[in-house]
């Protein structure tokens, strides 16, 4: 069954300071890796997608990596803000049979204190 | 555009009863996905549309659940007779042929709440 794991549960750290969340997943075959940021009573919303040439692509204060081989990824945040404080989602679709069913992992919950 | 508009935004009832929820989708957008989200599980896919037709419902958890697209403008998602193990927040999201790798666009959702 392909599933996407994601650690950890939930962080708390201090503002304008560093995080990095993890994605491990078992889906294959691979087609793209997308992150996603849902704030509170909000639908998720995409931060950045990673393709399989893909290593590494920043948005902004985000950065995320992808290593196809070991079928990991990572969401670093520099400098992190109040507003950062969301639930962050690791999503990898099936893409067999062309359907790209998306499975998502059961998030990050982040949370930045003053 | 307003993106994915879903009513309500939240919703009480007691258990027996019947429960409808509404999507709108992005114009344009021809796929169609429901998703019932709460702690214990994480996001679940329910069921998804392409240009109006019901492609794969293998994740809607009884016969309970319906769903149903009249038009490329509207869907509802319907619960009949509710549980309270029902209780989630139901999110309806859209995406289009040619978007980045099928990017899905997320409604603001519903929470549903049975007594």
């Known amino acids: 069954k392909n599933q996407v794991e994601q650690s950890p549960q939930s962080l708390i750290i201090l503002e304008g300071k560093n995080c990095t969340l993890q994605?491990?997943?078992?889906?294959?075959?691979?087609?793209?890796l997308r992150w996603y940021k849902q704030d509170t009573g909000r639908g998720p919303v995409s931060l950045t997608i990673m393709t399989f040439s893909e290593n590494t692509k920043s948005n902004g204060r985000y950065t995320a990596t992808l290593d196809a081989d070991t079928k990991q990824s990572s969401l670093h945040i520099t400098a992190s803000q109040l507003s950062d404080s969301a639930s962050y989602i690791c999503v990898v679709p099936d893409a067999s049979g062309g359907s790209y069913i998306p499975t998502f992992g059961r998030g990050t919950s982040l949370i930045v204190h003053p | 555009d307003a993106g994915v508009i879903q009513s309500p935004r939240h919703e009480v009832t007691e258990m027996g009863q019947e429960v409808t929820l509404r999507c709108k989708p992005i114009?344009?957008?021809?796929?169609l996905f429901w998703y019932r989200q709460t702690m214990m599980r994480g996001l679940e896919l329910l069921i998804y549309?392409?240009?109006?037709?019901?492609?794969?419902d293998s994740g809607m958890p009884e016969d309970r659940f319906s769903a149903k697209m009249p038009n490329a403008s509207f869907s509802t998602l319907k619960i009949q007779p509710s549980e309270p193990r029902d209780s989630a927040v139901y999110f309806c999201?859209?995406?289009?042929?040619?978007?980045?790798?099928?990017?899905?666009?997320f409604g603001p959702g519903t929470r549903l709440t049975v007594l």
């Open positions: 994605c491990n997943y078992t889906v294959s075959p691979f087609s793209n």
């Open positions: 999201a859209s995406s289009f042929v040619g978007s980045s790798y099928n990017e899905q666009f």
């Open positions: 549309f392409n240009n109006n037709v019901p492609i794969d």
């Open positions: 114009s344009g957008h021809d796929y």
